[in-house]
Antibody, heavy 121, light 110 residues
């Protein structure tokens, strides 16, 4: 079964750090671009970042540039999101998502269940 | 940056047809994807490349895209279709492709 499972969410104080993980299974992880998408409570979906198959290209939404770092370990079939200098507005459910095809610019057909990040003092 | 505009809510009676729009500048030149999200669940892809359905998605779900508006159409609406629906495109106007989501539309089945 094709599956993505996120972990690492929790409560963190403003200015703090958190590292999210996404474990992939059931498909050749190293063949796909991967993305992080977040959803603030009661709000819509917002793409956060994506990373090329070999990690050589990484892109971010402007609001997280310089604070968040996306990475991957293909040997461990895992995707990561290192989040530093967290702000209240980063509070959201964070999903990892896989596009239909390895080209990257495609619809996301596989989503994890999400992990909640709460930034509050 | 590219903006996608959806109505906040759409209401429809069971058995009728629901149409959810997604507006964007010349969106007809882009490929539009649609997601269904029920409370407490991850999004589910229901339409990709304007009008294609993933396996397992009922034929009642269809899509179109032309000019400045893309439309998700749900025929013979059922109570189980009540959910939030999001359109999505890839925008290549900047130095790299960006994912853009619409604000979402809450579909209420009366």
């Amino acid at each position: 079964e094709v599956q993505l499972v996120e972990s690492g969410g929790g409560l963190v104080q403003p200015g703090g750090s958190l590292r999210l993980s996404c474990a992939a299974s059931g498909f050749t992880f190293s063949s796909y671009w991967m993305s992080w998408v977040r959803q603030a409570p009661g709000k819509g979906l917002e793409w956060v970042a994506n990373i090329k198959q070999d990690g050589s290209e990484k892109y971010y939404v402007d609001s997280v540039k310089g604070r968040f770092t996306i990475s991957r370990d293909n040997a461990k079939n895992s995707l990561y999101l290192q989040m530093n200098s967290l702000r209240a507005e980063d509070t959201a459910v964070y999903y990892c998502a896989r596009p239909r095809y390895s080209s990257g610019s495609d619809a996301f057909d596989i989503w994890g269940q999400g992990t909640m990040v709460t930034v509050s003092s | 940056s590219y903006v996608l505009t959806q109505p906040p809510s759409v209401s429809v009676a069971p058995g009728k047809t629901a149409r959810i729009t997604c507006g964007g500048n010349n969106i007809g030149s882009k490929s539009v994807h649609w997601y269904q999200q029920k409370p407490g669940q991850a999004p589910v892809l229901v339409i990709y490349y304007d009008s294609d359905r993933p396996s397992g998605i009922p034929e009642r779900f269809s899509g179109s895209n032309s000019g400045n508006t893309a439309t998700l159409t749900i025929s013979r609406v059922e109570a189980g279709d009540e959910a939030d629906y999001y359109c999505q495109v890839w925008d290549s106007s900047s130095d790299h492709p960006n994912v853009v989501f619409g604000g979402g539309t809450k579909l209420t089945v009366l």
